[in-house]
């Protein structure tokens, strides 16, 4: 069982940066892939981010891509998730999963650990 948890959320204004961690438990976490989801008020979860166990191969959704980066580092079992130029419509909890094998997906099912999410509040 792989345990994850997330910090780094908040309240801040449109056009603010925020890192997003995610740490997880046990001794396996540079041999999984990574995701970020998220989800706002009366929305189903949707993908945001994933990376590779190496890292190498990133995926982005098209809403974020360019103002969002996931990245990892294996040494620390975190992965992370720099948000720059933040929008309203970014509000939401964000969730970080794991897979049981290396590969980056978009799909939530793909994933099978799942952290308890962290708020991330974007005011005008």
């Known amino acids: 069982q792989v345990q994850l948890v997330e910090s780094g959320g908040g309240l801040v204004q449109a056009g603010s940066s925020l890192r997003l961690s995610c740490v997880a438990s046990?001794?396996?976490?540079?041999?999984?892939?990574m995701g970020w989801f998220r989800q706002a008020p009366g929305k189903e979860r949707e993908f945001v981010a994933a990376?590779?166990?190496?890292?190498?191969?990133?995926y982005y959704a098209d809403a974020v891509k360019g103002r969002f980066t996931i990245s990892r580092d294996n040494a620390k079992n975190t992965v992370y998730l720099r948000t720059d130029s933040l929008k309203l419509e970014d509000t939401a909890v964000y969730y970080c999963?794991?897979?049981?094998?290396?590969?980056?997906?978009?799909?939530?099912?793909?994933?099978?650990?799942w952290g308890q999410g962290t708020q991330v509040t974007v005011s005008s």
């Open positions: 046990g001794r396996a976490f540079s041999t999984y892939g």
């Open positions: 999963a794991a897979r049981q094998t290396s590969a980056a997906a978009r799909a939530a099912v793909a994933y099978a650990y």
């Open positions: 990376v590779s166990d190496s890292g190498v191969v990133r």
